[in-house]
């Protein structure tokens, strides 16, 4: 567990950066920090590996105040990612990874076969471990940097907008990736970011810091959606609040599930309208318009269906429904097999009962 007791920084100047922060992150969980400028979301981060010390008040790592605690001993239990990931320029991808253990007195050997391990956790295989990072995206690079604040599997991690510094469509699978690696890991984190999105998709906590580093809210992020404390919070959290909302709920095990009859590559389409094609598995291809084809074909596939999990959101099943051909959302179970469809007014109806 991290914890700050009334922690406060204020610098020589008179600027008080961070004021009485009160926050608790249970072990296992991320907590996303988030704000505007100014709000002292960096040095609320710093703070706990003692790149920056406190002027008032305690942090605590396991009950352990980092102030009593020797620097050097503090960061090994801590790892750290930044944008851009900070590799070293000079050294190989695995070697970037490696390099911590092997000033820790491991042997080359040992260090090399962790570092391979860790790339293949963050989804990199062994063809990119000797590469130098100018020859890696920049998503890549972020990968590699989780890899090597992994290296000496600390308990702790500190995250400072890890993935700010690439484009939506390779932050979006990052954090997907993130959640997965999290999901096996389970260290206890505090992450930095200014993008509220991305704080309330992979944060189990937020904190919202008003400029000069008052608390305004701190919660789940379902929390932080359905009730916010002030206008400052709403505000800050964003419109379509009731929407997003629905990422955080999922539908009742009983809800109910419209049948759909499914055909396979060479059926006959007379009569039907909007269908879904399965292959010799049940697992869906895709949907095709019976008005536009006679038999099933893999020509007249509709390429940008999406199938969804019976188990995903309410959001994703309402967008899938929306966006969906014929206006409905295909399911599948956890196999992947095709199991029914839902129209929008289905999910909304499941969610409402939820909600209630």
Same mark, same amino acid.
């Given at each position: 567990?991290?914890?700050?007791?009334?922690?406060?920084?204020?610098?020589?100047?008179?600027?008080?950066?961070?004021?009485?922060?009160?926050?608790?992150?249970?072990?296992?969980?991320?907590?996303?920090?988030?704000?505007?400028?100014?709000?002292?979301?960096?040095?609320?981060?710093?703070?706990?590996?003692?790149?920056?010390?406190?002027?008032?008040?305690?942090?605590?790592?396991?009950?352990?105040?980092?102030?009593?605690?020797?620097?050097?001993?503090?960061?090994?239990?801590?790892?750290?990612?930044?944008?851009?990931?900070?590799?070293?320029?000079?050294?190989?991808?695995?070697?970037?990874?490696?390099?911590?253990?092997?000033?820790?007195?491991?042997?080359?050997?040992?260090?090399?076969?962790?570092?391979?391990?860790?790339?293949?956790?963050?989804?990199?295989?062994?063809?990119?471990?000797?590469?130098?990072?100018?020859?890696?995206?920049?998503?890549?690079?972020?990968?590699?940097?989780?890899?090597?604040?992994?290296?000496?599997?600390?308990?702790?991690?500190?995250?400072?907008?890890?993935?700010?510094?690439?484009?939506?469509?390779?932050?979006?699978?990052?954090?997907?990736?993130?959640?997965?690696?999290?999901?096996?890991?389970?260290?206890?984190?505090?992450?930095?970011?200014?993008?509220?999105?991305?704080?309330?998709?992979? !944060?189990?906590?937020?904190? %919202? +810091? &008003?400029?000069?580093? /008052? #608390? $305004?809210?701190?919660?789940?992020?379902?929390?932080?959606?359905?009730?916010?404390?002030?206008?400052?919070?709403?505000?800050?959290?964003?419109?379509?609040?009731?929407?997003?909302?629905?990422?955080?709920?999922?539908?009742?095990?009983?809800?109910?599930?419209?049948?759909?009859?499914?055909?396979?590559?060479?059926?006959?389409?007379?009569?039907?309208?909007?269908?879904?094609?399965?292959?010799?598995?049940?697992?869906?291809?895709?949907?095709?318009?019976?008005?536009?084809?006679?038999?099933?074909?893999?020509?007249?596939?509709?390429?940008?269906?999406?199938?969804?999990?019976?188990?995903?959101?309410?959001?994703?099943?309402?967008?899938?429904?929306?966006?969906?051909?014929?206006?409905?959302?295909?399911?599948?179970?956890?196999? !992947?097999?095709?199991?029914? %469809? +839902? &129209?929008?007014?289905? /999910? #909304? $109806?499941?969610?409402?009962?939820?909600?209630?």
């Amino acid at each position: 567990m991290i914890r700050f007791e009334s922690v406060s920084k204020v610098y020589d100047d008179g600027t008080t950066a961070v004021d009485s922060l009160d926050l608790e992150v249970p072990t296992g969980t991320l907590l996303a920090l988030v704000g505007p400028s100014g709000c002292g979301k960096t040095t609320s981060l710093r703070m706990i590996n003692r790149l920056i010390d406190p002027t008032r008040g305690t942090i605590t790592l396991d009950d352990l105040n980092v102030l009593s605690t020797d620097r050097v001993s503090l960061r090994r239990k801590i790892g750290y990612v930044i944008q851009h990931a900070g590799l070293f320029p000079h050294r190989t991808v695995v070697d970037n990874v490696a390099a911590l253990p092997r000033l820790l007195g491991g042997d080359r050997k040992s260090t090399r076969t962790r570092a391979l391990e860790l790339l293949e956790v963050v989804g990199l295989d062994e063809r990119f471990a000797n590469r130098y990072p100018w020859q890696l995206s920049g998503g890549q690079q972020q990968r590699v940097g989780v890899a090597r604040a992994l290296a000496t599997d600390p308990p702790f991690l500190l995250m400072d907008e890890p993935f700010s510094a690439v484009d939506p469509i390779v932050r979006t699978q990052l954090q997907d990736e993130f959640l997965r690696l999290q999901a096996e890991i389970g260290k206890t984190i505090v992450m930095v970011t200014h993008d509220i999105d991305e704080a309330l998709k992979l !944060g189990d906590h937020v904190a %919202v +810091l &008003r400029t000069g580093g /008052v #608390l $305004a809210q701190y919660g789940t992020p379902l929390e932080l959606l359905t009730a916010p404390v002030d206008t400052f919070v709403s505000e800050f959290v964003g419109g379509a609040r009731g929407y997003r909302a629905l990422g955080f709920e999922r539908l009742a095990a009983d809800a109910p599930i419209n049948p759909h009859a499914a055909v396979r590559i060479g059926d006959s389409l007379a009569g039907r309208g909007w269908t879904v094609v399965v292959d010799e598995r049940g697992r869906p291809l895709g949907w095709i318009d019976g008005a536009a084809a006679s038999e099933a074909s893999l020509a007249h596939l509709h390429q940008t269906s999406r199938f969804v999990a019976r188990s995903a959101s309410a959001r994703e099943l309402l967008d899938g429904a929306l966006a969906g051909p014929g206006g409905s959302v295909g399911l599948v179970d956890d196999d !992947g097999t095709f199991i029914g %469809v +839902l &129209r929008a007014a289905d /999910v #909304l $109806a499941a969610a409402e009962k939820v909600a209630a």
